[in-house]
């Protein structure tokens, strides 16, 4: 895991990863999670300055967003959203308790291997039986983020897989940013999922959290 003091450095500027500038992936979070947020209590995790609290989440009933940044919350609390309260603190230590749904869009690619079987451990136990949603690159670089690795842990700990939806496309090969260009006209996101694995940069996962025994 990174610490807090390397996450603020990335936030020495604004919007350190052009979240604001990627459209194409909040219009394609809205439709996928639409169903499983809208008036309902969410915990969004990594929730840096707050753009995905603003653009996806702002038809839940209350979103609570919490990031290991103080500086990133800084920037969310400024925006004063009405569902809304940040928090800062490292979310392997936040309580999960009494929401609907957990959402954990593009950060638990962070953690280590353990610390990701912990994660999931943490998520069974204190939100069992409850929706958790989850995404981040699936890239062959990221190995440990891989589709094969996440699903054989998902069902090892007892979680079951509602629907996974393709988020984005990989720019390489540079024959690929072609169509990852193309995916991007309108209607065209309608084929994201049924673009070849290889292709596929970054996949949200909805996930049921095992039931308590
Ligand atoms: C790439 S940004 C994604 C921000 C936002 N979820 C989005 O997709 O637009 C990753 C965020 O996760 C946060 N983060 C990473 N590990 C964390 C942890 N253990 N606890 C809380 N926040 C964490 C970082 O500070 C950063 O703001």
Redesign the pocket.
Known sequence: ??TAAE?NL??TAPDP?H?SHARFRDKVLRRCMKSFIRDKSVL?????EG??TQTVFRKARSVVG????DV?IARAKSLELPNARFES????QASFENYDVIAA???VN??SLPERGAFLEKVAREHAGKILLISGPIVDYTRHFGHKRLMHEFTTLGFKSLRFYNLSLYWHPPSSRIIANLIKLPLAHTLLDWMPEQMVYQRLYALRAPKPA
Do not use: K, P
């Not at 919490?66 to 940044?69: A, E, K, V, Y």
């Not at 603190?89 to 392997?92: E, N, Y």
């Open positions: 895991m990174r996450f990335y936030y990863w979240i969004e995790l990594g929730c840096g753009h995905l919490i990031d290991i940044s990133a603190a490292d979310f392997l869009i593009e950060c962070y953690l």
